[in-house]
């Protein structure tokens, strides 16, 4: 551990107190705000009653909030992963000195700047049934004969949001991971080279071990937005069909604007009790402590 | 605060200026999203934080009972006492059957809407039909029948177009065809009844629409809403439309092509019920926690004059709350539709008039989506629903 002089603490510190300033304002206050909230039967029509744990236990028997649950569990393992690995391949391929590196550059990272909701509509409109750009393609390929329903069971429409996802946020991972990888000195590479590493060793001995510290912050930032989502559902399957893609989060938003701002609440805490955990096992097992190289 | 389509918004800023000319009192509108869920988003957001803005706002049908026992609106009885004529105009069951909280007025309804059936004169006329099926056994003859023919050369084309996407105007379908069985949505000590021989068959007939007939396209239950069946209609893409009054003026425009080969009649329904449409429309409320509360009094009384809603419904096509409107000649001239739309709005049904609709709402939403999606079996999924919304109902009856 490194010891620090005093002044260089102050320095740190006055540096450092807008930004806790901030987050204490808008992230603890609400945070805490939210969890008193939940506490309470706090119902626009209703007079606020303080009920403890009453919304905890309702939210066990909420047939509703177990379906929400297993939809954004189910949405982070499939989603995260592939974005990862889809994200993994774009950047070792972008470390590469191809040509138009900059413009191929420029390219995959569109869908990231797109904002999420119009991304969303983008994807309604190939989705769509009657005149969406995916059946329209399939069918003057004559891939198939019929028109194709996307959002037709539970099955396809989660698969329809996985590839919506996947498309828009794996722009993200692979500029991150990208950063990574130019981070790692060539000389070692080179002196692989030398010991006659083939390509795999090259990879899963030197790239992979030494990319992980990035790796793990992409994996964090792509699951805690992950559990949040929201505006894609929202636009593409408004939660169905029969509920089958209701996100949490969409769930809780149902609940607030009926007026329920308690059991919202406890939803909400339950999200972020969720992306909480998954924070802390991550950095956990990221071990962060250590130093590269 | 209004929101809407672009053209609404600039006839709302029309309306204003009309006002200040009047009466010299200056308003301003607040625009919002087009989006029902995310109005009332804005509005309950200002509404729980007590702010003074917006003195007066519309609201949907639905939020009422959830707006009034929250106490947000203002009772409008003391003003109504002094101006007690201008309630005459009005359809009295919207009135009855909406404004009306613990004996208080808290509301005045704007515009009125009810499921209707288009259909294509042209159609039924070449296949020989000379009117449009009253039944909704007749329904499905009909549209077998044409749809035959039709997609011979349009494989496109199906017999008849609704709202099945896993939203509120599902739960409205629902609810005509339920009631058009007598069945319907029901309270009853405090418990809902929802399952019921009727609303099954109603149920079962809306699945069968699309997998046993084929008459409604596979998508209905995926992504069918007003604007998506307003859209296949208007293409020339369906026989029949269920759909609110606004896709009249949108379908007989210049450019539609199924401009002119077209009309509308009531919903049908099934051997021995009635015909009803879900009640729909906007209505226009004071906050009580508005700080001019007289001048905001004035601007509901213009906005529920003969004159503005006379305006309204030859600007934008709504259909006026004031019966006396639907009588008016320039009115007759210009909408002649008008005269059966008032015979239509005397059968109106209403959604379950509870504050916490929204959440009942929501949880048949999503079972009546799951029956048409195929997933659960109708009977099944009403019964699921029932016990559902029965949990719902005891969590805030208390």
Not at chain 1, 127 to 143: P, V
Not at chain 2, 327 to 337: A, C, Q, R, S, V
Request: glycine share 6%; net charge positive.
């Amino acid at each position: 551990m490194k010891t620090y002089y005093k002044s260089e603490i102050k320095t740190a510190l006055i540096f450092l107190t807008p930004l806790a300033i901030f987050i204490l304002l808008f992230v603890f206050i609400p945070i805490i705000a939210t969890f008193i909230n939940s506490f309470f039967k706090d119902i626009t029509f209703l007079n606020k009653k303080f009920i403890f744990l009453q919304n905890y236990f309702y939210l066990f028997k909420d047939a509703g909030f177990w379906q929400s649950l297993r939809f954004t569990l189910l949405f982070i393992i499939v989603s995260v992963p592939a974005e990862i690995i889809l994200g993994l391949i774009f950047a070792l391929i972008l470390n590469y000195n191809i040509p138009y590196r900059g413009f191929i550059r420029v390219c995959v990272l569109l869908p990231w700047v797109i904002p999420a909701v119009v991304s969303a509509r983008l994807w309604e409109l190939i989705y769509n049934y009657s005149y969406g750009l995916a059946n329209f393609l399939l069918l003057k390929t004559g891939l198939i004969n019929e028109l194709v329903n996307w959002l037709e069971t539970g099955f396809s429409a989660f698969f329809a949001l996985i590839v919506a996802d996947v498309w828009k946020t794996t722009p993200f991972v692979a500029i991150i991971l990208l950063a990574g990888l130019q981070a790692i000195p060539q000389e070692i590479y080179f002196q692989a080279m030398i010991d006659r590493a083939n390509v795999w060793q090259r990879f899963s001995k030197i790239t992979l071990p030494l990319l992980k510290p990035i790796l793990i912050i992409a994996l964090l930032f792509r699951t805690i937005d992950a559990i949040r989502i929201f505006d894609l559902v929202y636009v593409l399957t408004k939660g169905g069909p029969g509920g089958s893609t209701t996100s949490l989060s969409l769930y809780a938003y149902k609940y607030f604007l009926s007026g329920d701002f308690g059991y919202a609440s406890s939803i909400s805490i339950i999200l972020f009790l969720i992306s909480f955990i998954i924070s802390l096992l991550y950095i956990k097992f990221g071990k962060f402590e250590q130093e590269i190289l | 605060m209004v929101g809407g389509a672009p053209n609404e918004v600039a006839f709302w800023n029309k309306l204003a200026k009309e006002f200040e000319k009047e009466t010299g009192i200056k308003v301003e509108i607040l625009k919002q999203p087009a989006d029902t869920e995310q109005r009332r988003q804005g509005l309950v957001i200002a509404l729980t934080s007590k702010n003074k803005d917006p003195d007066v706002f519309l609201m949907d049908v639905v939020w009422i009972p959830q707006f009034a026992a929250s106490h947000w609106l203002e009772p409008l009885n003391s003003y109504l006492k002094r101006d007690s004529q201008i309630l005459k105009g009005f359809f009295k069951n919207v009135i009855k059957t909406v404004d009306v909280y613990h004996q208080n007025i808290i509301a005045l309804p704007v515009y009125i809407d009810g499921g209707i059936l288009y259909y294509r004169k042209d159609l039924l006329q070449k296949a020989g039909f000379k009117n449009p099926p009253q039944t909704w056994e007749d329904l499905v003859d009909y549209s077998l029948k044409i749809q035959r023919i039709i997609k011979k050369e349009n494989p496109d084309f199906y017999g008849f177009v609704w709202q099945g996407a896993q939203y509120e105007g599902l739960v409205c379908n629902f609810l005509e065809i339920a009631t058009s069985n007598k069945g319907g949505i029901f309270f009853k000590n405090g418990r809902i009844i929802l399952n019921i021989p009727q609303n099954i068959k109603a149920l079962e007939f809306m699945k069968d629409l699309i997998h046993k007939y084929k008459i409604s396209p596979p998508n209905t239950f995926t992504e069918m809403k007003e604007e998506e069946t307003r859209i296949f209609f208007q293409k020339g893409n369906a026989l029949f439309e269920r759909n609110w009054p606004y896709a009249w003026m949108l379908h007989q425009a210049q450019n539609s092509p199924v401009k002119n080969k077209i009309d509308i009649t009531e919903l049908p329904h099934f051997k021995g019920g009635k015909s009803t449409s879900a009640l729909g429309g906007w209505h226009i409320g004071i906050s009580k926690y508005s700080d001019n509360k007289k001048a905001s009094w004035k601007f509901v009384k213009f906005v529920t004059s003969y004159k503005v809603q006379k305006e309204l419904a030859l600007n934008l096509g709504w259909n006026p709350a004031r019966t006396d409107v639907y009588k008016d000649k320039e009115i007759l001239k210009t909408l002649p539709h008008f005269k059966k739309l008032r015979v239509i709005f005397n059968n109106l049904v209403p959604r379950p008039k509870v504050p916490y609709y929204p959440l009942i709402s929501e949880t048949l939403q999503r079972y009546i989506n799951g029956a048409l999606a195929g997933k659960i079996e109708p009977a099944k999924a009403l019964a699921q629903a029932q016990k559902e919304i029965n949990l719902i109902v005891n969590r805030y009856e208390k």
